[in-house]
């Protein structure tokens, strides 16, 4: 997978200098994608994604680790999926509406829709088209695909509140920025656009004030 080289980190870093300051304290841009994004099957990634929306982390992964083994054999495969009735899906602890999400994941998954090795091969805008055609996935989970399974570089999920709450942050503004805004300020972020989302997340989580002298 590429990685941003010292160069362009160091370019990034001079167009935004408020950025360089955040490279330089949560640096270096960690691996993508990382081990556990790379065992699991681009199926697998986004079953997993489906499961995971709007639930508390605890509650997602024992509901995920009962989907896991609903299907024989140590992967979650499409076909397996589909031969499972709605009441067993169900009693997994999945919604009717995550049911309906992870069936058409599968139908695409069987049809050749997503079929890793192709959609690394593909540019972003058309893996993001790919993507969002299958029922519960939208823009954001495709992005994190793009980011975090891809491991492509110039993704921005200017939706993304943590994204515009770190940008808030590192550029002093008064408010949130809406997703236009994001987009606007951080154009000159590419093609590291990637790096940038990924220092605004790092910004968010640690608590920290980017005006208390770094």
């Known amino acids: 997978m590429p990685r941003p080289t010292p160069a362009q980190l160091r370019a990034l870093s001079r167009r935004d200098p408020a950025l360089g300051r955040a490279l330089r304290r949560f640096g270096p841009y960690p691996e993508m994608p990382a081990p556990p994004a790379r065992r699991l099957s681009t199926f697998a ?20 680790g009962r989907v896991r083994t609903l299907t024989p054999g140590p992967g979650l495969r499409p076909e397996d999926v589909l031969a499972l009735d709605d009441a ?18 599968a139908e695409h998954a069987v049809a050749g ?15 993001l088209a790919r993507l969002t055609e299958v029922r519960g996935i939208g823009p954001w989970t495709a992005q994190m695909y793009l980011m975090f399974k891809l491991g492509r570089l110039d993704v921005l999920p200017s939706a993304d509140l943590g994204v515009q709450e770190g940008l808030k942050r590192l550029h002093r503004l008064d408010e949130r920025p809406a997703p236009r805004e994001v987009e606007e300020r951080t154009a000159h972020w590419a093609p590291l656009r990637s790096v940038g989302s990924w220092l605004c997340w790092r910004v968010v989580d640690s608590g920290d004030d980017p005006t208390d002298g770094w």
Not at 88 to 105: F, Q
Not at 113 to 127: N, Y
């Open 88 to 105: 067993t899906l169900r009693g997994a602890g999945l919604s009717r509406n995550k049911v309906a999400a992870l069936r058409s994941l």
């Open 113 to 127: 829709r997503l079929h890793g090795p192709t959609l690394a091969r593909l540019p972003d805008d058309e893996v």
């Open 45 to 64: 990634y986004l079953a997993r994604a489906v499961t995971f929306q709007q639930l508390a982390g605890a509650a997602a992964r024992t509901i995920w």
